[in-house]
Nanobody, 121 residues
Framework: QVQLVESGGGLVQAGGSLRLSCAAS????????MGWFRQAPGKEREFVGA????????YYADSVKGRFTISRDNAKNTVYLQMNSLKPEDTAVYYC??????????????WGQGTQVTVSS
C-alpha cells in the first residue's frame, strides 16, 4: 500500500507557475507509475498526466501538454507537477495517484487527499 501527501497548491495569477509535490510512503515507490488528476467544481475528475516508474515515459492530457511537466525523484519518494502558463480553467483540486499499471493504462489506485490550485484572471 502507498500513502500519498500532496503539497504546493495555492493562489496564482493567470500566466503564473506553481509546482506541486507528492510525497509517498513505502519502499515500493519506484515500482509504481505516478500521476496527477484534477477536479474542478461541478466537474468530474480528469486525468492530467502520468510518469513511468523510471521516468522513461510521460503522458499528458491535451489540455496541459506543453504547459505542465511531471517528474519524479525515486530517491526521495516524490513526484512533482510543474505547472506553467496557468489559466483560470486550471483551477481545481489536484490529486496525486499511484498505480502499478503502465502509463497508458494509468487510472490511479492509491490517492492523496488533494491540494487546491486557484488561478485568478
Amino acid at each position: 500500500q502507498v500513502q500519498l501527501v500532496e503539497s504546493g497548491g495555492g493562489l496564482v495569477q493567470a500566466g503564473g507557475s506553481l509546482r506541486l509535490s507528492c510525497a509517498a510512503s513505502g519502499r515500493t515507490f519506484s515500482t509504481y507509475t505516478m500521476g496527477w488528476f484534477r477536479q474542478a467544481p461541478g466537474k468530474e475528475r480528469e486525468f492530467v498526466g502520468a510518469i513511468s516508474e523510471n521516468s522513461g515515459r510521460t503522458y499528458y492530457a491535451d489540455s496541459v501538454k506543453g504547459r505542465f511537466t511531471i517528474s519524479r525523484d525515486n530517491a526521495k519518494n516524490t513526484v512533482y507537477l510543474q505547472m506553467n502558463s496557468l489559466k483560470p480553467e486550471d483551477t481545481a483540486v489536484y490529486y496525486c495517484a499511484a498505480d502499478p499499471r503502465s502509463v497508458t493504462k494509468f487510472m490511479g489506485v492509491y490517492w492523496g487527499q488533494g491540494t487546491q490550485v486557484t488561478v485568478s484572471s
